[in-house]
T-cell receptor, first 113, second 116 residues
Framework: AQSVTQPDIHITVSEGASLELRCNYSYGATPYLFWYVQSPGQGLQLLLKYFSGDTLVQGIKGFEAEFKRSQSSFNLRKPSVHWSDAAEYFCAVASYNNNDMRFGAGTRLTVKP | GAVVSQHPSWVICKSGTSVKIECRSLDFQATTMFWYRQFPKQSLMLMATSNEGSKATYEQGVEKDKFLINHASLTLSTLTVTSAHPEDSSFYIC????????????FGPGTRLTVL
């Protein structure tokens, strides 16, 4: 069964600084990979996804993620963080038909002024 | 596009009562919907997969008689928490699978259930 590890429970960055959130996955076949963001009390918003093709994926709100098969990683990056980016970020992996999505534990992002 | 709604957004009920939560795909048809549970400051745990017109598939450890799921149409799935107890208090989130060559789950805003 697939699984996801987000090693960082909580990250604090200054506004304007760069950001990288780590995600490692375990899956026997080619995974479908996702990053979602959740603001307090809200549902999940899809930031970006990777199914195949170019391993550098561009998402909304200026986020990007890079799929590295050799490292089983799908790290999320943003060159300059805004205060509004403070939220919980979840990495997820699913099978080819998206019927078995598993989430990481999440990384809480705090943005300092 | 691809909007999923949930109703109610929050509910408080007494122990022993049943609560129904609705999940609707507003602008697309969803043959498959999912129900997740999220405890405070924790990740989402898949509870069950709901397919239109058939019985839901429950994850291991989820009581199917306690969490009744009905997916009667291509735009509506319901989760009924029967005989709710305080330990059922949680944030329940549904998602709907949009078809096409790049299937993606779209998530509802969640329902906060508090059982007194």
């Amino acid at each position: 069964a697939q699984s996801v590890t987000q090693p960082d429970i909580h990250i604090t960055v200054s506004e304007g600084a760069s950001l990288e959130l780590r995600c490692n996955y375990s899956y026997g076949a080619t995974p479908y990979l996702f990053w979602y963001v959740q603001s307090p009390g809200q549902g999940l918003q899809l930031l970006l996804k990777y199914f195949s093709g170019d391993t550098l994926v561009q998402g909304i709100k200026g986020f990007e993620a890079e799929f590295k098969r050799s490292q089983s990683s799908f790290n999320l990056r943003k060159p300059s963080v805004h205060w509004s980016d403070a939220a919980e970020y979840f990495c997820a992996v699913a099978s080819y038909n998206n019927n078995d999505m598993r989430f990481g534990a999440g990384t809480r992002l705090t943005v300092k002024p | 596009g691809a909007v999923v709604s949930q109703h109610p957004s929050w509910v408080i009920c007494k122990s022993g009562t049943s609560v129904k939560i609705e999940c609707r795909s507003l602008d697309f048809q969803a043959t498959t919907m999912f129900w997740y549970r999220q405890f405070p400051k924790q990740s989402l745990m898949l509870m069950a997969t709901s397919n239109e017109g058939s019985k839901a598939t429950y994850e291991q450890g989820v009581e199917k008689d306690k969490f009744l799921i009905n997916h009667a149409s291509l735009t509506l799935s319901t989760l009924t928490v029967t005989s709710a107890h305080p330990e059922d208090s949680s944030f329940y989130i549904c998602s709907a699978l949009a078809g096409g060559s790049t299937d993606t789950q779209y998530f509802g805003p969640g329902t906060r259930l508090t059982v007194l």
